[in-house]
């Protein structure tokens, strides 16, 4: 009986342990997580992970490719990856006499760059609550289905409507996505750029490597690595005349 009690005891604190697990939303940090966060070991304050009006380490995280994170980790516009994460960048450039994907590539210098078009990552500039907003357009818009609170298309128009009536600068390069949060009990609009990257060196571990170094040319980085990882140059057409500026329209 007494081990049953203690094992009941130790299910309610392992529990209780995993309560605070979940999605945290950037934009409520300060007012709903900052506590329990010094409390696990932040140590910085908390404007520093998420500001919306200045830099913050939110503008270091981007959105690689068609799903992965990454982070830029120089004033070069450099990108870390994972490599599962790079691998159909790498792959496009590989073939018999150059096996990136066995050997790894590294570019020496900007002129051995390797252009991968359609590749972007995507940075996040704005997170807007637009509950209030959203649910006027759920009353007035017609409804049939009674779909409308968790439909991404319907979401997509009404964040399309958002942005002209509060004059959002929209480019060939802005991404806007409003998504449903809580059973649809709150709406965030995000407000995205996206831009090209080129690969600057993917540098696959060897079979038969237990590290690797990341030479120093380039950017000056210096580092070992245990792991299999990419890393990606953003572009910058407009500074490199022998470039051929590639245009993407996000999706």
Known sequence: MRKQ???????????????????????????????????????????????????????????????????????????L????????????????????????????????????????VTF????????????????????PEGVNYLSPSYLGTVAERFAKAENIEITPTTKLELKAFYGGNKYYMFIKTCTVIFVWWALLLLPSANSAQIPTTGCGLVTQATFPFSVFMRTRTENRQNTQKITFLCR
């Open 81 to 120: 990856t994972n490599h599962h994460c790079g691998y159909g960048a790498i792959q496009q450039h590989s073939n018999v006499e150059h096996d990136y994907l066995t050997d790894g590539f590294w570019a020496m210098n900007r002129d051995t760059e390797l252009p991968t078009p359609g590749l972007t």
């Open 124 to 143: 996040i500039d704005r997170i807007l609550d637009v509950t209030d907003y959203v649910n006027e357009q759920l009353k007035k818009d017609p409804d």
């Open 5 to 79: 009690i203690l094992f009941v005891l130790f299910s309610l604190a392992t529990l209780s342990i995993h309560a605070d697990e979940g999605m945290w939303m950037l934009t409520d940090l300060k007012t709903q997580n900052a506590v329990a966060m010094r409390e696990l070991g932040l140590e910085i304050p908390i404007e520093e992970v998420y500001d919306a009006n200045g830099l913050s380490l939110k503008d270091a995280v981007v959105h690689f490719g068609g799903g992965c994170t990454g982070e830029i980790i120089s004033s070069e516009g450099l990108v």
